[in-house]
């Protein structure tokens, strides 16, 4: 997310009450969960294993619970609580508001409304687009033009993106958007989440069947076809025409190549080359797959012939 | 879909501006994708994989990209794109319209609507029928008596059914209806879409739980039992008295035998004889995968044992 | 369910015009489905094979079709059809009422309500809870302080409990509640099945993901992450600090011990101890499942090499 306008590393420090190092005057423009991070962002680490990743980003700025030496051109924030520092930030900027039923959104020639859909605040529509019964837009959605959306689909519900504190939960609050490209059709009761910090992506012409849900961050390509009941988890990125059939689910930040075709019920844990076909849970080539199982379907008998 | 009169083989292709070959005066009278197809409809065929079982099929008229012999008694139709042709027909015998909140559709003695249900046009619902809260049920859907529709559920949504044009995916148009039967039950959010050119039906007594996704044309038996998240993709034939455990998926165009029983998270992607318990995915009989399994399990010990 | 008051074993069994066996005056407070029964509960049993345990569950009165000998300090009601008896008991204290859209519940303090949720009856909604567009709240729904239920959400749907009469499938009516404990969250498109006779039960400070199915009497600790699409049976029970990633599926009546974490797409069919990481379908440990998973890679090698 953009701050809005320009801000200096001190002054984001003196937001949190924190003491930096860096150039004061470093400039800051943004705020991003490290899988989206810009130069000029704010990005936040509490964990020894990626304070090396967290420190080596784009970011300009990374809030960190431990004095270290601030890499060059970059700036650090001593917070005792990254996470919780991230989240007042995301939050002064992008202050939470209940949603409301609104009567003013822009809304593209030829476009039509079901009179029983949910429309939020900051929501823009193109033209020629459906929008079926009973579907619910939250705020802070962007949708092109020749988009269809089915009944009972939810856009820009938050992001499943909590910090386990031992006693409870805490929620990181989901300040990002969710952009629908041209041409898209969204099938009935899918849901697909709002970024956390960036934008979750449906590409140009990819069509969603039903009962489908899309994680927050998450970018898909152009011209992918996804078949019902898939589960796509948080900062996935899918490239182009690739194609997911039912019941497929995908673990957060893999990313998929262009082209890929994935077999139903496959369950995807890593990132997968483009141009292949898979299959299983977890996920393998779909011809290494269908072999151990043709081997798996004989095993007993080969056993049994060898007396083992 | 019946075309509503019966009309010539030359006033079709007429319509299409395209030449034909056959009888000029054959009766035509529906028009029907190749798996629910009779005497009397046109069918569309793209793909030299699928001519002959085009050609041969019950229907009376195929569109199709080549010029071919005649059978005996048909008529063929040269379209430069039979799929298009065929989304044209449809669509002009039967126009897409978005769906307004109608005030108007038969409602049998005592039946009750939720309120905030939404019921489209050419609606028919029967007698103690109970439509619970934000229920969708779009336009050309038939309901019998005594049947249960629960909150979130999206009736007549529709199919997932897309031509692959490169640049993007082409809608077939979704004109059929759904008919669900007396006494079926229907849980909370579920969907079922409604025929592409014939009829997605639930057969009497059967029961649905939450979640469950229904394909386009898929027709199910009576007294069938499907738990919920389970996923039949469209054209699917299921017999009488199936149980279908949660989460299980079905590819497109199988047959279930009657008495069927398929265990939860099933993959079905080939068709099933009744009367036996499948399990797996991909499915095979219960007793062999188990024993797969079984085998599994100890092979690691067996293969240290032989030292292999 | 409590009665309401406390009644006698004559009274019940006259309400039933059967016989019953037993201290005519025995106390009679509630009634409860055998996985749930407390002492002073009417329970029913109509399978041999579950005489015995019916006889020596903690309820007082046992609905049987069957005479047998009557356990001290019990009493028996024998019935020719006790799972009708048992719902017509049911249905007398509990009777059916089709939702109405009531402008009448307890609101706490700082809640908010998005005016397109639906409340039902009989709703209790604690302080600072937000219900966002398009929820649904059946009858009979307990909601503490400081929880979140995002849009297109069922709470108090049916459960999915019938007895197979051959000819059809027949209900057994959910009288229950759904209990939700402070702070707790639930996604987008989740649907959550009243308890048939006891309570489903979401434990405090459990954040559920989107599209999950939480099934009758099902109770959920405290802490727990469940994610996106998973699906829990009836009757489940499930310790504190559990972690569910998505898809998994899990059977009837199970119970998982604190601290278990299950991953992605695993099928639970059996009860599995907590402290525990687990994966697979059927689910076992994490790491035996992962070594079956490399002995398969590597079989058809080892095979090819052993000429096999």
Redesign the interface.
Known sequence: MKLGSTYTLSAIAALLDSPFSGDENLAVTGINEIHRVKHGDIVFVDHPKYYDKALNCNASVVLINKEVEVPEGKGIIICGDPFRSFNFILNYFYPFE????SSQFELGEGS?I???A?IGKNVKIGKNT?I???V?I?DNVIIGDNV?I?????IG??G?Y?K?RG???E?LYSCGRVIIEN?V?I?????I?KGVSADTVIGE?T?I???V?I?HDTVIGK?C?I???C?I?GCVNIGDKVTI???V?M?SSVTIGDGAIIH??T?V?KSLEGGKTYFG??A?ESR?KL???A???N??K??EQ?N?
């Not at 089915?150 to 939810?154: E, Y």
């Open positions: 209940f949603p409301e039923k039509k079901h009179p029983t949910v459906l079926y019964p009973n619910t939250l269809i089915q009944s009972g689909s939810v519900s938050f499943f909590y386990n006693s409870h939960f929620r041409k059709e099938g009935a009761n899918c849901t989440d012409n069509i069947d039903n009962l849900q994680g011209n076809l078949a019902a009941q589960g988890a059939w039912g019941q689910g673990a139903a019920q369950g844990a849970s977890p393998d290494n072999r151990e199982l081997a798996l379907r095993l007993h080969i056993l060898k083992m």
